[in-house]
Structures are given as C-alpha cells and as structure tokens.
C-alpha cells in the first residue's frame, strides 16, 4: 500500500551523511529546542539499532525528515519536521505515512509520539493518519513549560495508510 505522492518528483528515503546539514537547518527552524549538528549526526551513526531516520526529497534535497524508535514492535516517532518552505504542500502526510508504513513492515504494531499542545497543524495530521490523543504530559516541554500531547496508533494493521 502507498500513499500518494504530493509530487511526482518527491522521493522517500534514508537520510545520508550528506543531508545533515540541510536537516540541522530544519531543525532549528522547526524547533524552539533543536538538535545540534553534532547530535544528529551522532544519532545517524549507527550506534543505536533502534533508531531510523527518512527523508523526503524534493529535486534530490531534504525538505522533510522523520526519526523513530522501534524497539520490537513499538515505534516512538522522536522528531519529524518539514521545511517550513515546503509545509502544507502534503509532503508532512506522504513521509509520514511511508515512515508508518515502514514501521509496520519491519513488524511494529504500536507507535506513538509526543506534540506541543499549541501544534494544532501537527496534531490534525496525526488524526488524519490514524492516530489518537491518549494523555497529556503536563509541563514536558522544559523550554517554556508547554503541555505534550500524547498521541498514539495502538494496532497499525488497522490504519489505511492508502489515499
């Protein structure tokens, strides 16, 4: 099953060496408590078999990325971000959904992750693509102090990962 492409020339794949700094550049666009360069090219060393990082490409360039955790078969989506140049196009929903779909081919069944309670945009994509808020985190963004809303997938066998 495959999620449509939001353009013919998007492309879903791993994250190289050589997209770090255009990620890092994402990052610190995306978040007011980004990873540094060094974390993440640390985090994309290889060092924890666990940890799975996606791009989408547009023309050959990172404008998208996803990092998840999956630990048998439970994922923990840990960052995911888009351009803020690229945001709204659907480029967010197609790497997400390949993300997820990957997720359930290597035998997660399970996933979840954690949204600022003031990203409304992000949370209405989680909705789209079948997940659920389950908890909020009081205080758990230690920058200012921000609720976490908890979102979570409890059987992606069951999630239409196809539109």
Request: glycine fraction near 4%; hydrophobic fraction near 40%.
């Amino acid at each position: 099953m495959r999620f449509k492409k939001p353009f013919p020339e998007i492309e879903f794949d791993h994250m190289r060496q050589s997209d770090l700094q255009i990620v890092a550049d994402i990052e610190r666009q995306s978040f007011s408590d980004p990873w540094s360069l060094s974390t993440l090219r640390e985090a994309i060393g290889g060092k924890n078999p666990h940890s799975h990082f996606h791009v989408a490409r547009l023309n050959q360039v990172p404008v998208a990325y996803v990092n998840y955790w999956l630990i048998l078969d439970e994922a923990h989506i840990v960052n995911f971000a888009v351009s803020p140049a690229h945001r709204r196009k659907g480029l967010g929903k197609y790497l997400l959904a390949e993300s997820l779909e990957c997720i359930r081919d290597e035998g997660g069944r399970q996933v979840h992750l954690e949204v600022r309670r003031s990203n409304i945009p992000a949370q209405n994509l989680y909705c789209q693509l079948g997940f659920r808020l389950v908890h909020i985190r009081r205080r758990y963004y230690q920058d200012n102090d921000e609720d976490a809303c908890v979102f979570h997938i409890g059987n992606l066998l069951e999630v239409d990962l196809e539109a």
